[in-house]
């Protein structure tokens, strides 16, 4: 029995939820999401929640229906409220800007690393250490944290690199040196 699978989504006021089969559209006050589900779950509106419901105890039927759920959940929080990552970027001369639409990253590299916003996500640059990834869509908002991240992981010796601001990176001890005789 799927727990959360089993609870309703509830449609806060100014959302609008079309249901289509298994294509739901979501629309809210910061934009619009759409999704195509598995032809499995059966997704129905009733007043003012989305209700999802499996027709078996199968294996993949069960599986499907907290995940269904929980991805109609995040869209109505999404055009709500939107989702954010917040990375730091830690290191000497490390820093990053912003000109318009594009982000510059100076990570080390002989060459500054430019990432730009796309049509649904926005980069936000409050001082030169951190970067605010926002959207209304959280898979894409976690996938370009991700990207960013990745041009200068986070290293374990002196912790230089792009993380997120509530990650901790582990730190290891540097190379011992000769001892005392």
């Known amino acids: ?71 109609i959940h995040n869209m109505v929080e999404g055009v709500t409220n939107g989702f954010s990552k917040e990375l730091k970027i830690n290191g000497v001369g490390y820093r990053c800007q912003k000109s318009g639409k594009d982000v510059t990253l100076t990570l080390g590299f002989s060459h ?13 640059v409050p001082d030169p250490n951190t970067i605010i990834v926002t959207g209304i869509d959280k898979q894409k908002v976690g996938q370009i944290a991700s990207e960013i991240r990745g041009k200068r992981p986070p290293e374990p010796y002196k912790g230089k690199g792009i993380k997120y601001a509530n990650e901790v990176i582990r730190r290891k001890e540097g190379k011992a040196g000769k001892g005392k005789k």
């Open 1 to 71: 029995m799927s727990r959360i699978g089993n609870k309703p989504v509830a449609i806060p006021a100014g959302v609008e939820v079309k249901i289509d089969g298994s294509v739901v559209t979501v629309k809210g006050p910061k934009g619009t999401l759409t999704k195509e589900f598995n032809h499995l779950m059966e997704i129905s509106q009733e007043g003012a929640e989305i209700i999802v419901k499996r027709p078996n105890d199968e294996n993949l039927s069960k599986s499907l229906h907290g995940l269904t759920r929980t991805l």
């Open 112 to 124: 500054p690393v430019v990432v730009s916003d796309s049509e649904d996500i926005v980069l936000q």
